[in-house]
Nanobody
Framework: QVQLAESGGGLVQAGDSLRLACTAS????????MGWFRQAPGKEREFVAQ?????????YSDSSVQGRFTISKDNARNTVYLQMSDLKPEDTAVYYC????????????WGQGTQVTVSS
């Protein structure tokens, strides 16, 4: 079972930047995809961005993260990053990374999450 570990969360002020990292214990499938989700207090978990290990294909949520968040990867380190800039209080959430076995597949493995709090 692939294990995912997030890091990089914390308390920042509005307008600041933060980079989250998610390291996978292994990459079993060549077409596997890693994604970032977030869940704000009292809200459902929502998709943020995803990236394919081979080829680097990406997609982002249609929400306000477009243009402010960038997903990237380091294959040698089995690590996916989420660079967040111009953070807003509404970005406050627990951020989770997840993995799946193909672009159209369902996510089946999840990290435990990292808290991001943005103060105004």
């Amino acid at each position: 079972q692939v294990q995912l570990a997030e890091s990089g969360g914390g308390l920042v002020q509005a307008g600041d930047s933060l980079r989250l990292a998610c390291t996978a214990s292994e990459r079993t499938y060549s077409n596997s995809v890693m994604g970032w989700f977030r869940q704000a207090p009292g809200k459902e978990r929502e998709f943020v961005a995803q990236i394919q290990w081979i080829g680097g294909r990406t997609s982002y949520s249609d929400s306000s993260v477009q243009g402010r968040f960038t997903i990237s990867k380091d294959n040698a380190r089995n690590t996916v990053y989420l660079q967040m800039s111009d953070l807003k209080p509404e970005d406050t959430a627990v951020y989770y990374c997840a993995g799946k076995r193909g672009w159209a597949a369902e996510y089946f493995t999840w990290g435990q999450g990292t808290q991001v709090t943005v103060s105004s």
